[in-house]
């Protein structure tokens, strides 16, 4: 039983990936599979996953979602923004992202252009409003870019990690 039960985690986990990758929130389907699947098989038997391995996974899927919202605003600072900027980036990166999912019906160029054009709209519209030059706020804007595109690019690599740890526990056990 506990084949099937890697099995299903396995594919779940697959699309909970995939998530990640269209920027939605599947580092987090991944760590519900995994907590729900060790759950289900503690009652026939030892547990899939252990509680030691569904903490890893869900302090990897905080980290992912840390990295990708803060980057923004940090690479906003890091260019010489003010916090008007990096709440810009903050704010419009996460619409952005929203948006470019649907603007853009590329999967995953769409969420991921819209999510860094959106942090760079946000630090130049913050950084403007407090009163920078147009050329001093295009430059933090770049960075708000960059930087969140870093962070994307964080997240999904946190979300194969989660993949390849929960895949590995479940079938190793």
Known sequence: MAWLYAA????????????VVLGLPGNWLMVIAATGMSWISRQSGPPLISSTVLWVLAGLALLGEVAELAAGAAGSRRAGGSWRGSAGALFLGMVGGIVG??????????????????????????E???????????AIGR??????????????????????VATAASFVG
């Open 101 to 126: 999912t649907f603007a853009i019906p590329v999967p995953v160029i769409g969420s991921v252009l819209g999510a860094c054009a959106g942090a760079f709209a946000g630090a130049l519209a913050g």
């Open 128 to 138: 403007l409003r407090g009163g920078r030059s147009v050329r001093e706020a295009v």
């Open 8 to 19: 299903i985690l396995l594919l779940v986990d697959t699309l909970g990936f995939f998530l």
């Open 143 to 164: 960075g708000a870019f960059t930087s969140r595109l870093v962070g994307t690019v964080l997240k999904v690599a946190i979300g194969a990690v989660i993949w390849t």
